[in-house]
Structure formats: C-alpha cells, structure tokens
Nanobody
Framework: HVQLVESGGGLVQPGGSLTLSCAASGFTFRNNFMSWYRQTPGREREVVATISGPGDGTAYAGSVKGRFTISRDNGKEMLYLQMNSLKPGDTAVYYC??????????WGQGTQVTVSS
C-alpha cells in the first residue's frame, strides 16, 4: 500500500535552515513528478516545489524561489526539500505527494515547520 512519510520539521529562527525528507513506498516513485505542499489553518494546501521523475526539472512557488531546493533520490525513493532563509510566513505543515496529488486522496501525516524567534 502507498505510504508517504514526511520528517525533518521543527522550530527554527527566522533566517535559519531546515531540510525535510519524504520516504515514499507502494508506487513507482521514479515515474512520478513529486511536489512538496504546505498548509496553514484556514487556508488551502499550496504547492511549494515540484520535481520531474528523473529529477532534471524543477519548479517553485514565487514565495520560495531562490530559498528552497527540491531534490530526489529515486534509488532510495526519497524526496527532499532544503529550506534556507526561512521566514515566519513559511510556518506550515509540509506534505509530499505526487504532482498532481494522488487520485485516491491519500496524504501522509505531514511535518510541522515553525519559524519564530
């Protein structure tokens, strides 16, 4: 069965860095575009970054471009998000999923990122 397990979140000061990880299983990871998404209470989940199956193409939301880097390791079925120069506005629960999200509606538990002094 499909599993997406996000980790690496935490509390960080403004200007700090975090690296999120996502362990994927139960589907053909390398054949799928993958994205990081984030959600704050009362708001729609938004796409933060997307990467192609082979990892040779990436795209970012304007609010994170130049600060975040998405990457993947298809051999390990892992997705990563390196986040630098974090701002309070980056505070959210971060999720990984296929791009577009899985049709079966599955989402992992997410990982909380809090940027605060």
């Amino acid at each position: 069965h499909v599993q997406l397990v996000e980790s690496g979140g935490g509390l960080v000061q403004p200007g700090g860095s975090l690296t999120l990880s996502c362990a994927a299983s139960g589907f053909t990871f390398r054949n799928n575009f993958m994205s990081w998404y984030r959600q704050t209470p009362g708001r729609e989940r938004e796409v933060v970054a997307t990467i192609s199956g082979p990892g040779d193409g990436t795209a970012y939301a304007g609010s994170v471009k130049g600060r975040f880097t998405i990457s993947r390791d298809n051999g390990k079925e892992m997705l990563y998000l390196q986040m630098n120069s974090l701002k309070p506005g980056d505070t959210a629960v971060y999720y990984c999923n296929t791009a577009p999200p899985r049709r079966d509606g599955y989402w992992g538990q997410g990982t909380q990122v809090t940027v605060s002094s």
